[in-house]
Structures are given as C-alpha cells and as structure tokens.
Nanobody, 117 residues
Framework: QVQLVESGGGLVQPGGSLRLSCAAS????????MGWYRQAPGKERELVAE??????TNYADSVKGRFTISRENAQSTYLQMNSLKPEDTAVYYC????????????WGQGTQVTVSS
C-alpha cells in the first residue's frame, strides 16, 4: 500500500502562484508515475500533470506554460502553479501508480485551490 498526503492549497488572487506538495509513504519503491488531477464542482476529475520515474512529463493543454511538475526521488512530487486563473479553482488530488499490469492507482485526499479576487 501507498499513502499520499497533499499540502499547499489555499486561496490566491488571479495571477498569483501556489506550490502543491505530495508526500508518499509505505511501499514507495513500487511507485512508477506520479501526478496531479483536479476536480471542479460539477465537472469530472481531469489530469493536470504527471511525471514518470524516468522524468518524462505530460501536461494538460490548459496548464502548459503555467504549471510545472517535479519529483524528488520516489517519495515526493510538487506542482508549481503560476499565473493562476479563476478556472483553475478545484480540488487537486495527488496520484501515484505502480508498475503493475494494469497499474494500481493510489489517490491522496485532495487539497482545495481557490483562485479569486
């Protein structure tokens, strides 16, 4: 089992920045990719960014050039969010998947990000 704990959410004005952190514990050696998803009220959960164990990254078109995902070994991932917009308001979830076929997916409890003036 892997446990994921997010931190760093909050209220920020449009154009501002936030940095989300996700710390993994448990069977961290089993983790392949880590990522961030978000879910706004009334909408489906969507991928924001992900990073593999090899460092390859993938971003949603809506955040390219504004958000940056990074990873510190197998245990932590970060999402630097710049130039935030009101439409970035959502609950952000940390995600990790293992090397299984199919991979097992773990989720954090989520952290609220609100972009408002």
């Amino acid at each position: 089992q892997v446990q994921l704990v997010e931190s760093g959410g909050g209220l920020v004005q449009p154009g501002g920045s936030l940095r989300l952190s996700c710390a993994a514990s448990g069977r961290v050696f089993s983790i392949n990719a880590m990522g961030w998803y978000r879910q706004a009220p009334g909408k489906e959960r969507e991928l924001v960014a992900e990073i593999t164990s090899g460092g390859s990254t993938n971003y949603a078109d809506s955040v390219k050039g504004r958000f940056t995902i990074s990873r510190e070994n197998a245990q932590s991932t970060y999402l630097q969010m710049n130039s935030l917009k009101p439409e970035d308001t959502a609950v952000y979830y940390c995600n990790a998947r293992d090397w299984g076929l199919p991979p097992y997916v773990y989720w954090g409890q989520g952290t609220q990000v609100t972009v408002s003036s």
